[in-house]
């Protein structure tokens, strides 16, 4: 059978394409449909190749429809980080230079407050729901035909601007046909043993503004897959999920893994998860022994992958990652992988440097800040700045992020490995390990505890930590004092804005 939406929907237009999170089964016909009225009215509106849409939706069809509409008119769809305020995303908004803007109701005071601030005209605002001075999205376009003159148009990603702004992610558009899947997508899917049909049932669980969560969403559906969408994701729903639907994929962080291990044995054994295949992590370093007690529970199919928006990447199943414990995998069939020291000289297998890559012959830009394009990279490879090294085999083994490494009196310290032993005790739901100006020292390490369920934050409590760290760590790797929030600001798909931490005692 041929791949993609639209001959999909042609020729199966009852096949199930998406399960929303209301448990509403959408067919491959009504989805196109929808992506193809939303098309047209885009084009109404006079938006042209190149131009860009912004959503700001929770997961669902209409956020998905949006997306493939931009996929089949050559414009750039930015999905936005719901969790940001109104400037944050008035600066999106500007920076992308947005012609249409397509909000849900659940965000309207965000969604009004960004589209004054960034000046956007009242006939290029719609809303799912009642937003006020948006018009209502069934208004934009009444033909679900298939537009005119179709070419495919890209997402453009925004950085999840834990370093400083956001920056969009754009790549040039190949001006091919929409209805081609690309060789890249099936290539992709591929890498993790994800071939069309098959079967395939992809559970999504963290929201659409994710690059990778978009991606594997788009691509299940083109490869035609079943995509069930979760809106607020919880530990035993997602088990349900699993079984009633026979998932056999999904794209998960290490966060939502500490969440299922804290399930009583009898939740967990409640269900059944035999349909898995492949269960794909990635955007946050895993806990050695969180790791472990996954493939104890789960088996093999629990899959790792090291990559960013700005491209990859690296991959290492279960039975790899038994024998390389702690490693992000070897390099994917045509990415390069390579570790340099500061002046770009390529470091042997063991020494630690910063690890650049380079995904075939993918290239990208930092929308606006050619300077920030040209620092991230070094000839043809480019790095989101992280730490590591390879070892004899290839394999790629993560320490830290650079911007991360903490020196204190002349040794690197990599907050990864601490934040990685301390996670472990049963009374720290979350932490984040950072360093801070010493006088002798040049950095101190300063250790925030999320305290879990039912625990008080108590000196006796810091006590018990730092033993339990000081039984598994070199004494200079132990934080010098332990402080305590209710909750670590992280966002859904789990990275830490240790950033925001960090600026607290530094003002």
Not at 137 to 153: F, M
Not at 158 to 186: C, E, I
Not at 240 to 257: A, G, K
Not at 425 to 435: C, L, R
């Amino acid at each position: 059978m041929d791949l993609g939406l639209w001959t999909i929907a042609a020729d199966e237009p009852a096949r199930v394409a998406l399960v929303d999170p209301g448990g509403r089964e959408i067919g491959y016909g009504e989805l196109a449909a929808k992506a193809n009225r939303y098309a047209r009215g885009l084009r109404e509106l006079g938006l042209g190749v190149g131009d860009s849409v912004v959503l700001l939706q929770p997961n669902g069809d209409d956020l998905v429809a949006a997306y493939f509409a931009a996929i089949q008119t050559g414009l750039y769809v930015v999905v936005v980080n719901w969790h940001l305020v109104g400037p944050e995303v008035a600066y999106i908004l500007g920076d992308s230079g947005a012609k249409a803007f397509l909000a849900h109701e659940r965000f309207a005071d965000v969604a009004v407050a960004a589209a004054d601030k960034a000046g956007l005209p009242a006939s290029a605002r719609f809303a799912v729901g009642a937003v006020p001075g948006f018009r209502p999205i069934e208004e934009l376009g009444v033909d679900d035909s298939r537009p005119d003159d179709r070419t495919a148009g890209s997402p453009m990603l925004y950085t999840s601007g834990t370093t400083g702004r956001p920056k969009g992610v754009r790549r040039p558009l190949t001006g091919a046909d929409p209805d081609q899947v690309p060789a890249a997508s099936t290539w992709f899917f591929g890498v993790f043993g994800l071939r069309p049909f098959d079967g395939h049932v992809h559970l999504c669980g963290s929201p659409l503004y994710h690059t990778a969560v978009l991606n594997f969403v788009a691509i299940s559906l083109q490869l035609g897959h079943t995509a069930v969408l979760m809106d607020h994701w919880d530990a035993e729903d997602m088990l349900r999920l699993i079984e009633r639907y026979r998932v056999t994929h999904s794209h998960m962080v290490p966060t939502q893994f500490r969440r299922l291990l804290a399930l009583p044995d009898e939740v967990k054994a409640k269900y059944d998860l035999s349909s898995l295949r492949v269960m794909i992590h990635g955007a946050a370093p895993c806990p050695l022994e969180v790791k472990r007690r996954m493939l104890d529970w789960w088996g093999p199919v629990v899959t790792e992958y090291y990559a960013a928006t700005e491209g990859g990447g690296t991959v290492i199943d279960g039975a790899e990652w038994l024998r390389k414990p702690g490693s992000v995998g070897l390099p994917w069939p045509g990415s390069t992988i390579r570790v340099l020291d500061d002046a770009g000289n390529e470091l042997p297998a063991g020494e630690i440097g910063t690890v650049y890559m380079k995904m075939g012959d993918s290239k990208f830009e930092y929308h606006r800040d050619r300077a920030k394009t040209e620092q991230a990279r070094i000839g043809d490879l480019f790095t989101l700045g992280d730490v590591g090294h390879l070892d004899e085999d290839g394999y790629l083994f993560l320490h830290d992020r650079k911007a991360d490494l903490i020196i204190s009196g002349g040794v690197n310290i990599y907050p990864a490995e601490i934040e990685g032993e301390l996670v472990m005790h049963p009374k720290v739901a979350d932490i984040a390990v950072f360093g801070l100006p010493h006088e002798d020292w040049g950095e101190e390490i300063k250790a925030v505890v999320q305290p879990a369920d039912g625990v008080t934050p108590s000196p006796e409590l810091t006590t018990e930590l730092l033993a339990y760290a000081a039984a598994r760590l070199a004494r200079f790797k132990l934080p010098r004092s332990i402080d305590y929030l209710p909750e670590l600001p992280r966002d859904p798909n789990g990275k830490l804005y240790k950033r925001r931490l960090r600026e607290r005692y530094l003002s």
